[in-house]
């Protein structure tokens, strides 16, 4: 029999896991930003770099299926919610994507942190989850930190840039509410797949429209999006599968500092000093709205037998 010592150490085990495989997802996202960017400045369109990204997840998503569990282990009896989730899920990352090439990556990162803001505002309007004061006031901290961030009037940056921004946050935060939905019937590889499969008939689509003739760097930098892009959404996957979302999540800000290192080693930019002012509340906004969903969970939890 299994002693209580040896499930606890597999336990640390697998939060250790989730939290290598959550820091390792945000590193290779945030050179697939870097990659993006460096591509859409040597001539790449937006819908060529958002086609390879989802090409490229398609290869490596389809490639693990067939090696393994096999086609069948996809099914699904949900595909018009799949429908919906990859619609939801390109109009988000074309915002997202579009900040990425319009603001330096700090900033554009820094706005991705509201996502957390924006799926405590969806969750009340449109699931009637109860939400008291405590995240009401986390939200209202989130937006007053984004407005220290995009300093409205200044000139600082292009405020379109820090719309396509939240935009793409409140897309990510509509996808996460679908997620909530679909995941209790459909494991975390039939969603990736049907995301990555579905998206490639309109993103091909727009894809015959704009492509263009590029230098051989260029294709090697839109193959990198792709490839990068698809390794990395199977690494944020799997570190769901291994530990709570409460010790998962919070990985996520340190893409703060690959943000800001690389902007400045390969971009010459370093952020604004408001930056690291209004960076801290949006962090600390997502951070205790985070906590505040932990409470609630375990409030929910029964009572044990004694």
Known sequence: MTSTAQLSERKTDRIRAAIGMRLMSVILFAVMNVVIKLAERHGAALGEILFFRQLGASFLIGGIVLAGPGWRSVATQRIGTHISRAVLGLAAMAFTFTTIVTLPLAEATTLGFTMPIFA??????????????????????????????????????????????????????????????????????????????????????????????????????????????????????????????????????????????????????????????????????????????????????PEPVQ
Request: hydrophobic letters at 55%.
């Open 120 to 301: 405590t505002i969806l969750g009340a309007l449109i699931l009637h989850e109860p939400t008291g004061w405590h995240r009401w006031g986390a939200v209202l901290a989130g937006f007053a930190g984004v407005l220290i961030v995009a300093q409205p009037g200044s000139g600082h940056f292009p405020l379109w840039g820090a719309a396509t921004g939240l935009l793409g946050a409140l897309g990510t935060a509509g996808v996460s509410i679908l997620l909530r939905q679909i995941t209790r019937t459909e494991s975390a590889m039939t969603v990736v797949f049907w995301f990555s499969t579905l998206s490639l008939l309109p993103l091909g689509i727009c894809y015959a429209l704009v492509a263009r003739n590029h230098p051989v760097e260029v294709w090697l930098l839109l193959a990198g999006v792709g490839l990068i892009g698809g390794v990395a959404q199977l690494a944020m996957t799997s570190a769901l599968g291994l530990g709570p979302v409460s010790v998962v999540v919070p990985m996520d800000y340190s893409s703060l500092l690959w943000a800001t290192l690389f902007g400045w080693l390969i971009f010459g930019t370093l952020p604004a000093p408001t930056l690291w002012i209004g960076a801290p509340v949006i962090v600390g906004s997502g951070l205790y709205i985070l906590w505040r969903e932990r409470i609630r969970h375990i409030n929910r939890l």
